[in-house]
C-alpha cells in the first residue's frame, strides 16, 4: 500500500530553534512537497522537488529550506522557528509517470506549535 | 496567491441529502482535482478531471468543469454521517509536474 510517513505527529518548539520535519515516501515517487495549512486559507505551498538534489521554491518559502538528499525523503527546515510559523505541515508525494492521474499521496502531517 | 476558492465555505445536510459544492479558479488549468480531508488527517485524493473533460462519475460522486466560467462543481448525492470532512478543489497549472494550488476548502457535515 501507498505509504507516506511524517516523522512526528505533534512539535512543540520554542522561538528561535532550528526545526526538521521529515517526510518519507516508499513508492519511488520523483515528486515530493511541503504545503502549509492554516484555518480559512487552505494548503499553501512552501517547497517542491522533481529530484533528487533539486528543489524549487513554492508560493511561501521564506523562513524555510529543505533537503532532498535521497530520493524517499523530502525535510522541511525552519532555521529559526517564529510564532507565525504555529500551523500544520503536509507532505506529498507524486509519480511522473502517473502525470495523467496527477494524484498526490499526502501524510497525516505534523502539527508544530512554537511558543 | 490562491487559485481555487470554495463555496460554500461551510455546508450542513441531513444524511440522504446531496452535497453541492463548487470551485472557481483564475488561470488555465492542466486539469483540476478534488481531495477530502478528515479532521487532523492527510488529504486523500478523490477525482481528477481534465481541461477536456467536463464530466465525470466515481460511485456517488459526480465532478463538472466549465472551463470557460472557470468553474467546477462536487456533487455527493446519497450523503451518508461518515462523508462528513473538508473538501478542497485543486488545480494543476504545472504542465504535468503535478504542482496543484488548492483553495481554501468546504467543511461538510453530514447529520444522521
Known amino acids: 500500500d501507498v505509504k507516506v510517513t511524517q516523522s512526528s505527529r505533534y512539535l512543540v518548539k520554542r522561538t528561535g530553534e532550528k526545526v526538521f520535519l521529515e517526510c518519507v515516501q516508499d513508492m519511488d515517487h520523483e515528486n515530493m512537497f511541503w504545503y502549509r495549512q492554516d484555518p480559512g486559507l487552505g494548503l499553501r505551498l512552501i517547497y517542491f522537488?522533481?529530484?533528487?538534489?533539486?528543489?524549487e521554491k513554492g508560493d511561501i518559502p521564506e523562513g524555510y529550506s529543505v533537503s532532498r538528499e535521497k530520493k524517499e525523503r523530502f525535510s522541511l527546515i525552519l532555521e529559526s522557528a517564529s510564532t507565525n510559523q504555529t500551523s500544520m505541515y503536509l507532505c506529498?508525494?507524486?509519480?511522473?509517470?502517473?502525470?495523467?492521474?496527477?494524484?498526490?499521496?499526502f501524510g497525516e502531517g505534523s502539527r508544530l506549535t512554537v511558543l | 496567491s490562491q487559485q481555487g476558492e470554495e463555496d460554500p465555505q461551510a455546508l450542513s445536510i441531513q444524511e440522504g441529502e446531496n452535497a453541492t459544492m463548487n470551485c472557481s479558479y483564475k488561470?488555465?488549468?492542466?486539469?483540476l482535482q478534488w481531495y477530502r480531508q478528515n479532521s487532523g488527517r492527510g488529504l486523500v485524493h478523490l477525482i481528477l478531471i481534465r481541461s477536456n473533460e467536463r464530466e465525470k462519475h466515481s460511485g456517488r460522486l459526480r465532478v463538472t468543469l466549465d472551463t470557460s466560467k472557470k468553474s467546477s462543481s462536487l456533487l455527493i448525492t446519497a450523503s451518508r454521517a461518515a462523508d462528513t470532512a473538508s473538501y478542497f478543489c485543486?488545480?494543476?497549472?504545472?504542465?504535468?509536474?503535478?504542482?496543484?494550488?488548492f483553495g481554501a476548502g468546504t467543511r461538510l457535515a453530514v447529520h444522521p
Open positions: 485543486a488545480t494543476d497549472i504545472s504542465g504535468g509536474y503535478n504542482k496543484l494550488i
Open positions: 488561470t488555465s488549468i492542466n486539469n
Open positions: 522537488s522533481y529530484d533528487v538534489k533539486m528543489k
Open positions: 506529498a508525494s507524486s509519480s511522473l509517470s502517473d502525470r495523467d492521474t496527477g494524484e498526490l499521496f
